[in-house]
């Protein structure tokens, strides 16, 4: 019965997906992400003479699977190459979500693993993420894959079956292959082996409780050979060279471009130099409040469970390293980012992948919370559930308002999106342009006859590309410098000035402007860019 409403939620959340993918614009990165899928198949082509992937920007220091598999889709999908990457993504997202339910319902039962995928299929950061992020939404996916197969190798240690083998070589090669961050899962694996020895050492002796974790990696040699050819193929890269991964870690450890800053708790702040607060304030504010609730219940519950428990059997030993992987899969990012302020920007994006292992942590606190109401009576049960589902609603309620720019979210911690405005970056991506764009080439189409077969001039203050495509005509010339242009299309964020102009269009959420657009004819703007400094008001 559970099962069958968990892949009802699942289908419902693909049937949602494939209707509305369309919906999403482009980001920053996404026009360029294209034409680094294109030179990966242009290398595998040429038989790698081609290798222009190899060098390209600094793209080539990350995985191109998904690249590559949206640049072949398009191929054969009657669809645009956008459209179709926002197809690719959402698939890949609703992966993501199955190997979630698969893994709290293996810690926690049916029941964990409902609770599990609901909290994931509604929590906005995860939902909007998949359809827009070419990097960290893919890599979310795999990263829960890894998890997967690590959890199964951990309950059944010491002997890992040949699926479980294959289950970790397969995450593993695709997370290190997607991103350095990929590591992490190395971190998740390696870490509690020492408890397991120790665990096992206190049922036995030192020597025996070695020899057996020693049968148990053994057969991770074959996976461990197979994950790294994995990596290779969807990061040629990184095996170009034994050291490449390790480069692509110490650049992305430092700034690599020009430092810019962005607002932050409502200041401006160098991305270089983020208070140690900025990770967990951002995970505080924009992951739903009941996953928030559940999560850190979870959490300590798991802590407890895994330092207290008597059992020292293997299957004892493994039960309690495989949560701890799971507590670690959902705390060490989060941990390190304080510990060691690295570069930060974009929000908390670069830590979408541990939202699954959080949502997991919940599931489980979930399960412990309603097994306790049960001792209470029905009455207790029909109020846990409403509870539930009021907190489940909201999210949801948000998304919907919100649609297409799910990423953007704040919870009620924040205010909402309202009251996150003076204090964060909202529309960093600058998605809300499709919608802008298309709302000016209807306005450029009904012009007086005057106007047909005029090429308009449009100041673009955010992202170029994105307009460029959404306008899709060679109709519009598309510029930074506002001087003789006939339209300005601004972001609401604090570096795009207000300007004195008519303003023709606003694109609107939850009473909050994520873009506009403004008529310069005849008018003589200098600039679109603000004087560093930050508008209180709902912009």
Known sequence: MLDTLALCVLATTAVIAFATFRDYGLGWDDYTHSQYGALLIDLYK??????????????????????????LAAKVLPFGLFETRRLVGAMIGLIGLFATWRLGRRLGGPFAGLIVLVLVATCPL?????????????????????????????????????????????????????????????????????????IRARASAWKPALAECGRFLVPFIPAAIFAYLLMGLVWPWSVVSPLNPFRAVEYFSTVFEKPWRELFAGQLIPVDDMPRSYVPTLFAVQVPELMLLLG???????????????????????????????????????????????????????????????AVLGGLAATWIWQRLQAYGRTAVIAGGLALLAGLASPVVDMVRLHPYEYTDYNHLAGGVPGARKDFMLDYWGLSFKQ???????????????????????????????VSVALGSDQYNIVWDPKDADFAMVLGEFYCAKIDAPVLFNVVREGVTYARVYDLRGRTITSLLTVPGIDKTNY
């Not at 040429?46 to 949206?70: E, H, K, P």
């Not at 764009?437 to 449009?458: F, M, N």
């Open 46 to 71: 040429s038989g790698f003479t081609d290798q222009r992937a190899l060098s390209f920007v600094n793209l080539y220091m990350y995985g191109g699977g998904f690249d590559m598999i949206a640049t």
């Open 126 to 198: 995860y939902y909007g993420h998949m359809f827009i992020n070419a990097k960290d939404g893919p890599f979310a996916a795999v990263m829960a894959i890894a998890l997967l197969g690590l959890v199964r190798a951990f309950e059944e240690y010491p002997k890992p079956t040949p699926a479980t083998l294959a289950l970790c070589a397969i995450g593993f090669g695709l997370s290190i292959g997607a991103r350095v961050l990929g590591g992490f899962a190395v971190m998740q694996a390696l870490f509690p082996l020492p408890f397991i020895i120790a």
């Open 296 to 358: 850190l219940c979870g959490l300590a519950g798991v802590l407890i469970f895994v330092v207290r428990s008597a059992d020292n059997s293997s299957a004892g030993a493994g039960r309690r390293a495989a949560l701890l992987s799971v507590a670690l899969a959902a705390t060490l990012p989060i941990l390190i980012a304080v510990v060691t302020r690295p570069v930060v920007y974009n929000g908390i994006r670069h830590i979408v992948f541990v939202l699954p292992p959080f």
């Open 436 to 466: 802008a764009s298309q709302k000016l080439a209807d306005y450029a189409q009904a012009e007086s006859s005057a106007g047909r077969g005029k090429v308009w001039t449009v100041a673009v203050c955010g992202p170029h590309p994105p």
